[in-house]
């Protein structure tokens, strides 16, 4: 059942084509604008929104803070994205004009559950963006847009984190569909660019050879750092999750502005430190930026493994090691650029001699608060 696969983390990388392709089926029309109808809250509710609030753990956590980007950037609504674990205890201002998005794979998470139930209580709707049909939490919620990502069977999420990431752009977008803000071409230009991305995820996979053989090389190590600007932060915290689930390893991500305000005191001879780099189009200021963070570390001995796009040339000369990704339009990079974490992560465990699919300490889902 693991297709052919040793682990199922390998084969549920390798079905991420596929399960992006899937997310997004049947949900974008002939004419190029979204469909949602399945979403059981109407039109007119969703132009009363006045603030969104994500709730998830983890990696679905992850996929939160980059949806922040997208929904803010789409929609001018302020978005908050919050642990799950902590959102309920600090009493959050919600009403009903709040939408509160609960992302979770499983569906059972008590964390998010009972995150979901305390929104719902305060009288806001609340969307699940759920892989578990008929799980708990699309059953309590007001709404769920499920993933298509199939049944994810290795703890560690990879599959349902990038058809988590389809579907908070396709409610960022439809929410800016449906309120007319900033619906114009560049949101037609991001559901063509959607559409494709399942291929260059593909092409992603392809190239992957030399991040196992890399990967290989770190297994004695015992830090690797991450670090990212923008929606790649959120990527770099991923990666750093990764790594700690699979390969036990001491990992964090930062935030690349915030080296300077202490991180960069941990940089030291050899320490391995991966770099997502912003495309050099766009928001060029903070490529600029995060290519002096990879000088400033590189001359103070960090090994660098640098995540650039193709055709991104000023990263050369400061890269110890060069992964290429696609070139994708900023807000969806991270569905390109966190797969070679993900193979990365699987590599170093893999040859640490750990058990890939059944991390220790760790459960699929987590049924507990
Ligand atoms: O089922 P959920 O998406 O609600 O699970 C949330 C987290 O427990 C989950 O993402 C966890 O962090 C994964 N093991 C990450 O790989």
């Avoid at 609030?53 to 949806?67: D, M, N, Q, R």
């Avoid at 990879?158 to 960022?172: E, I, P, R």
């Avoid at 290519?291 to 001359?299: D, F, G, K, L, P």
């Amino acid at each position: 059942e693991k297709g052919g696969y040793d682990y199922f983390m390998l084969k549920e990388i390798a079905e991420q084509p596929k399960a992006v392709a899937d997310t997004l089926l049947g949900r974008i029309d002939a004419a190029g604008s979204l469909c949602l109808d399945e979403l059981r809250i109407s039109a007119a509710e969703l132009r009363e929104v006045d603030k969104v609030v994500i709730v998830a753990c983890g990696t679905a956590f992850h996929a939160g803070l980059i949806a922040k980007y997208a929904i803010e950037h789409w929609t001018r609504i302020p978005c908050e994205v919050e642990l799950a674990s902590e959102f309920r205890y600090r009493d959050p201002i919600l009403d009903p004009r709040t939408l509160v998005v609960a992302i979770s794979q499983s569906g059972e998470t008590m964390d998010t559950l009972m995150a979901l139930r305390h929104a719902r209580e305060q009288g806001s709707k609340v969307l699940a963006i759920c892989n578990t049909n008929g799980s708990t939490i699309p059953r309590e919620s007001d709404a769920v847009l499920y993933t298509h990502a199939g049944p994810e069977v290795a703890v560690a999420s990879t599959k349902a984190f990038l058809t988590q990431l389809v579907a908070c752009y396709l409610v960022a977008l439809y929410l800016g569909q449906v309120r007319g803000t900033k619906w114009g071409d560049e949101v037609g230009a991001v559901i063509r660019d959607l559409s494709k991305i399942s291929h260059e995820v593909e092409r992603v996979l392809r190239t992957m050879e030399p991040v196992r053989e890399l990967a290989r090389t770190l297994a004695g190590k015992n830090t690797v750092l991450f670090l990212g600007r923008h929606v790649g932060y959120p990527v770099a915290l991923e990666g750093a999750l990764k790594l700690k689930e699979l390969a036990y390893m001491h990992a964090e991500g930062f935030a690349a502005g915030e080296l300077k305000h202490g991180p960069i005191a941990l940089i030291e001879e050899d320490l391995p430190v991966v770099v997502v780099v912003p495309s050099p189009r766009g928001r060029s200021v903070l490529h600029d930026k995060i290519v002096s963070n990879i000088q400033e570390i590189r001359a103070r001995g960090a090994r660098t493994i640098v995540i650039a796009e193709e055709g991104d040339e000023a990263v050369v000369p400061y890269a110890d090691h060069l992964i290429r990704i696609p070139v994708t339009p900023t807000l969806l990079q991270p569905l390109v650029a966190t797969v070679p974490l993900q193979v990365f992560a699987c590599e170093l465990a893999t040859a640490r001699g750990n058990e890939v699919d059944q991390p220790r300490n760790l459960a699929k889902s987590v049924t507990v608060e």
